[in-house]
């Protein structure tokens, strides 16, 4: 981040020397022709440090397994209309470990879903660290809810507009009824996705010859996700009998919320049966209490049941349990409003280390 800041600070120097150079310029009748080239100059100068300061240069975040990692993309067509109008897709980006010397189908799977507005490598250093390992990661990108996405015809795709709007306009507190409406409405579409990878995922297992598909166990499934993708997971661990446990980065339990009456949300409170992994960061974990939707959050943070795991990242923002944080260290904070205490690669290499540890000790042990 500090990086980011001498670039910003540099952008705003290079500012006020080109006015002064202009001026000077101008006072000793330079030609309005040199002054243009001067000023375009400039503009490219400054479109370079502003890109440095927004997307400095990346430190890789390092695996730990043993193992060496691919990943390859496919797709898969859904039963509804796309952005554009032709057929909406699922593009998924399967993490392997190359060279698995275990069982032929016997690596464990993860199913990984983004965030509002995330992208395909949402958690890309946690998907390179359990591959590492010797797990299967399935990254999906759920086409209208990520901010971009490329089809299986090379075209990109934006986000759906109506979404975006509907994010920017949803209000728990004030109308229950239509934020209800709203997560019973985006669950359905992700559940549909993530059912539609899983089952179509049992198939490839069985029959394709891709060395990601060859290795995998699809007998059971780990799920995770980040924000809304992690509400997306707890619907799946609620739901399928062959969801061994559950990771979600700062998510509420979007599916358990059945209805509101007397302006509160209705709950489905019941124990889950496999283990859930839920991570906070300063973002959520301090307003838990106040904000409706959270409510279940809440009341498996406060369960003695040992399937709930809950970790508590202090001085980290929403943005920072992903790899934005690493990418764009600027546009993380400013989106958190939280300056991190500790740099993207100790967060998310502590993240990593948390979240293997879950899925060895809690869900692979049941």
């Not at 705003?12 to 002054?35: N, W, Y």
């Not at 349990?321 to 904070?333: E, G, N, Q």
Request: with cysteine; hydrophobic share 40%; net charge negative.
């Amino acid at each position: 981040m500090n990086f980011c800041c001498f670039m910003l600070a540099l952008s705003i120097l290079e500012l006020i020397a080109i006015i002064v150079i202009l001026m000077k310029m101008k006072k000793h009748q330079i030609g309005r022709g040199k002054r243009s080239l001067v000023f375009l100059a400039y503009l490219i100068l400054s479109f370079v440090t502003v890109k440095f300061a927004l997307f400095p240069p990346v430190s890789e975040v390092k695996t730990t397994g043993a193992y060496n990692i691919a990943s390859e993309d496919y797709w898969l067509e859904t039963e509804q209309t796309g952005v554009d109008g032709n057929q909406r897709e699922l593009q998924v980006r399967a993490w392997y470990p190359v060279h698995y010397d275990g069982a032929e189908h016997s690596a464990k799977v993860i199913v990984f879903s983004h965030g509002t507005c995330g992208t395909i490598d949402n958690n890309f250093s946690l998907y390179r660290e359990f591959a590492s390992h010797g797990y299967v990661v399935l990254a999906v990108a759920h086409e209208g809810q990520v901010v971009s996405m490329v089809r299986s015809d090379g075209k990109t795709i934006p986000v759906n507009r109506d979404y975006l709007i509907e994010m920017m306009n949803i209000r728990p507190e004030q109308d229950p009824e239509g934020a209800y409406s709203l997560y019973n409405k985006w669950m359905k579409e992700r559940m549909a996705d993530l059912n539609l990878v899983m089952n179509d995922f049992k198939e490839r297992a069985k029959n394709s010859d891709d060395a990601y598909a060859k290795i995998a166990d699809a007998d059971v499934y780990i799920v995770g996700g980040h924000s809304s993708g992690g509400s997306a997971a707890y619907a799946m661990a609620r739901t399928r009998d062959d969801v061994c446990g559950c990771i979600a980065l700062e998510a509420p339990f979007m599916y358990d919320i059945k209805g509101v009456e007397n302006g509160e949300f209705v709950f489905d409170s019941s124990s889950y049966d496999v283990p859930l992994l839920n991570i906070y960061t300063d973002s959520s974990y301090t307003h838990l209490q106040e904000w409706k939707q959270y409510k279940n959050n809440v009341l498996f943070l406060q369960s003695d049941d040992e399937n709930y795991v809950n970790i508590y990242y202090p001085g980290v923002g929403h943005m920072g349990i992903c790899d934005l944080s690493l990418a764009s260290p600027f546009l993380s904070v400013l989106l958190d409003g939280v300056y991190p205490k500790v740099s993207a690669v100790e967060q998310l290499t502590n993240l990593n280390a948390d979240c293997l540890e879950f899925v060895q000790t809690e869900c692979l042990s049941n």
